[in-house]
T-cell receptor, first 116, second 114 residues
Framework: GNSVTQMEGPVTLSEEAFLTINCTYTATGYPSLFWYVQYPGEGLQLLLKATKADDKGSNKGFEATYRKETTSFHLEKGSVQVSDSAVYFCALSAKYSGGGADGLTFGKGTHLIIQP | GAGVSQSPSNKVTEKGKDVELRCDPISGHTALYWYRQSLGQGLEFLIYFQGNSAPDKSGLPSDRFSAERTGGSVSTLTIQRTQQEDSAVYLC????????????FGPGTRLTVL
């Protein structure tokens, strides 16, 4: 079946540090890949996505590149801010790539804490 | 409304009771999804509706769980004879079309079974 693996944390960084959150996946077919973010007290929001190999998704200074050869979709940001503190979820959708699933498959989430 | 809404926001119930959780998707969105978020299992996909039809119910955890959608809009997730392991946050999401990549999530219903 499909699965997503990501570091669970918590990951604690100082403001302006470089961020990497690793995400690897297992899926049949050619899934679409996503990063969702959950800020404290709020619902899940789509942060960025990539739908095919070598695509780069980007938003709010965050980037992730779809690497089919390593089945990875690592999230990066060059300089984090306190306001980036949240839980980040890597996810995949294999619905229309032969994978058979209808919903998103999520990783367990990475709790990111940015200290001033 | 502007976003996906869910009610109630919190529900505390006693073991063995039935509960109904409601989801109002974004107006015009044809696809609706239910997920469960719990400490032990993370985020699990439960069921998906295209219009009023759920093509695959195999993601529901047990036969105590059922879901329906009426008028291509509101959906209800019902849990019968609740158990303590049902305690979780139940999330609803919607997308304009089933093929759309982006799902918009509601704030969730936190269910606590005593």
């Amino acid at each position: 079946g499909n699965s997503v693996t990501q570091m669970e944390g918590p990951v604690t960084l100082s403001e302006e540090a470089f961020l990497t959150i690793n995400c690897t996946y297992t899926a049949t077919g050619y899934p679409s890949l996503f990063w969702y973010v959950q800020y404290p007290g709020e619902g899940l929001q789509l942060l960025l996505k990539a739908t095919k190999a070598d695509d780069k998704g980007s938003n709010k200074g965050f980037e992730a590149t779809y690497r089919k050869e390593t089945t990875s979709f690592h999230l990066e940001k060059g300089s984090v801010q306190v306001s980036d503190s949240a839980v980040y979820f890597c996810a995949l959708s294999a619905k229309y790539s032969g994978g058979g699933a209808d919903g998103l498959t999520f990783g367990k989430g990475t709790h990111l804490i940015i200290q001033p | 409304g502007a976003g996906v809404s869910q009610s109630p926001s919190n529900k505390v119930t006693e073991k063995g009771k039935d509960v109904e959780l409601r989801c109002d998707p974004i107006s015009g969105h044809t696809a609706l999804y239910w997920y469960r978020q719990s400490l032990g299992q993370g985020l699990e996909f439960l069921i998906y509706f295209q219009g009023n039809s759920a093509p695959d119910k195999s993601g529901l955890p047990s036969d105590r769980f059922s879901a329906e959608r009426t008028g291509g809009s509101v959906s209800t997730l019902t849990i019968q004879r609740t158990q303590q392991e049902d305690s979780a946050v139940y999330l609803c999401a919607s997308s304009l079309f089933a093929r759309d990549d982006e799902q918009f999530f509601g704030p969730g219903t936190r269910l606590t079974v005593l």
